[in-house]
């Protein structure tokens, strides 16, 4: 457990970000180059008849419309794998993290701290080079080269010669992985599969723009978390990366359910962690932060439409044993009281009410944090394919997920409805 409280003024940090993204382009002729690049791509797409996009405050009945459109998909798509909304001056400006890829980011150490290769943008010969170990997987050259090639997800780079210039990250770094069809690691990409190797803390606390400290807390993380609140509250208690997918019909996203949309916390998280240029207001957490133009608004509605239509990955026959499952789903409706709360074919009761944290058997720290100060049933879709779970990851299994429940809620179930149970879950 991480609970202690960080004392070394993170929001000190947050003001040198928030002045150099509020700088004037005037004084950074680079910047402002980018940012034209990305506001007439923004305008061009806006001007594209092909692709409507949905009305302000549009609710989830209008995304699930436009989710329809392939055009507006293909485009949603784009900016999940490869949208920095900016955010380069973050990443570059501030963390100076191209520095440290190019001088000491082999793929082998990219690797080790989770980040994935889209093998798709790999060209024949670096496929080839990669197999018969012609190509140095030990060099931070071979890094620039893949993110020339756009095939390190999640993460977008700019090299002009063989040189790392800018370097920035989009949503796919968390919330996609690659199904390790060449090697491990490398592979097709899995967009809304959570990265639960990915370990954002290690990666950030390799920057030489942070103090000792800071870099203490964002090591102390570990693969597959990170603390999204961290640099407003200086509180050190990561979640597990959630998955993205699966979220179509839920009103309510993120474990305390902050929005009722899920363009909401896009916008939270491109803004205020991803460090992308944009608004975002939360009175309920005093979070106002306003930086002009917003790149980030313009995307949303494709981001969130792209997002919906991302489906929890079904169990593979064979993954689990089918007629333990069936009497497991009579135990989930019965006797393990689960669907109490886990209700209907989402597996939530996210779009009636949100719990107390006196109702859920876990750790409450991270939700008495959060907008709502209250826990959102977590829909059960694929859950075999994340592990481990709870916010905190606090379950290694599904085994002790149920053996959890059994305890802290006294159910009394037998050794083998708990165990039909797992295999229930197992087949979601
Ligand atoms: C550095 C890692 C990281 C990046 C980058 C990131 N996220 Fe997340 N995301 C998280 C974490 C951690 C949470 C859990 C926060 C919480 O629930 O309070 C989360 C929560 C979510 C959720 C809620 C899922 C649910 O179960 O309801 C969605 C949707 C999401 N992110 C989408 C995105 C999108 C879209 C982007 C890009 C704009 C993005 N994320 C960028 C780490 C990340
Ligand atoms: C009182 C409401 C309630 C009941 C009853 C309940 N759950 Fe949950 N469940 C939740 C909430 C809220 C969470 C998220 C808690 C957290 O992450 O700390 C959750 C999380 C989970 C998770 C983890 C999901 C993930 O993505 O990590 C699983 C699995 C789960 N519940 C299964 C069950 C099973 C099986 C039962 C019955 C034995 C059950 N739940 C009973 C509300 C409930």
């Known amino acids: 457990m991480h609970r202690k409280k960080f004392a070394v003024a993170p929001h000190s940090r947050d003001e040198a970000i928030g002045r150099s993204t509020l700088r004037s382009a005037f004084d950074h002729p680079g910047r402002s180059l980018l940012v034209l690049a990305l506001v007439a791509a923004i305008a061009g797409c806006q ?75 790999l060209p024949p010969e670096v496929k080839a080079g990669i197999a018969n170990k012609s190509i140095d ?4 050259a071979t890094t620039a080269t893949l993110l ?25 770094l968390c919330h996609s992985t690659v199904d390790d069809r060449i090697t491990a690691g490398i592979g097709s990409r899995l967009d809304g599969w959570p990265n639960r190797q990915l370990n954002p803390g290690a990666i950030i606390a390799l920057s030489p723009a942070l103090t000792a400290a800071q870099k203490a807390v964002y090591n102390s993380w570990g693969p597959g ?9 200086g509180k050190n208690d990561p979640t597990v990366i959630p998955p993205a997918y699966g979220l179509a019909g839920i009103h309510g996203e993120t474990f305390t359910a902050d929005g009722a949309e899920v363009k909401y916390w896009n916008r939270y998280v491109a803004v205020t962690q991803m460090h992308g240029q944009g608004n975002f207001s939360e009175p309920r957490l005093g979070i106002d932060v306003k930086q002009s133009p917003d790149l980030v608004a313009p995307l949303l509605d494709r981001l969130q439409a792209y997002e919906l239509s991302l489906q929890a990955p079904p169990a593979h026959s064979g993954s689990f044993d089918a007629t333990a499952a069936a009497r497991g789903q ?22 009636v009410r949100l719990h107390p944290t006196s109702e859920i058997p876990t750790d409450a720290t991270y939700a008495l944090r959060s907008a709502t100060k209250q ?13 481990p779970y709870f916010h905190d ?17 006294t159910l009394k179930l037998t050794t083998q409805q708990k165990a039909d149970l797992v295999e229930y879950l197992k087949s979601l």
Not at 396 to 408: G, Q
Request: glycine share 8%.
């Open 47 to 121: 001007r594209d008849e092909s692709t409507p996009i949905a009305p302000r405050g549009a609710d989830l009945v209008a995304a699930s419309d436009t989710r329809m459109n392939p055009a507006t998909l293909a485009e949603g798509k784009k900016i999940f794998r490869f949208d920095t909304y900016g955010d380069e001056t973050f990443w570059t400006d501030t963390l100076r993290m191209h520095e440290v890829i190019s001088t000491s980011v082999s793929p082998v150490t990219a690797l080790s701290v989770g980040l994935k290769v889209d093998a798709n943008a």
């Open 137 to 140: 997987l030990n060099s931070p």
């Open 148 to 172: 020339k090639l756009g095939a390190v997800v999640g993460v977008v780079g700019t090299v002009e010669g063989n040189t790392l210039t800018r370097v920035g990250i989009t949503c796919a």
């Open 225 to 233: 978390k990170y603390d999204a609140r961290f640099n407003f509250d």
């Open 330 to 351: 009579v135990v989930f409706a019965g006797p393990g009281k689960c669907a109490t709360c886990h209700v209907g074919n989402l597996f939530t009761d996210a779009n």
């Open 375 to 387: 826990w959102r049933t977590s829909p059960l879709k694929g859950v075999w394919q994340h592990p």
């Open 393 to 409: 990851g606090s379950a290694a299994t599904l085994a002790d997920v149920v053996e959890h429940y059994n305890t802290s809620f």
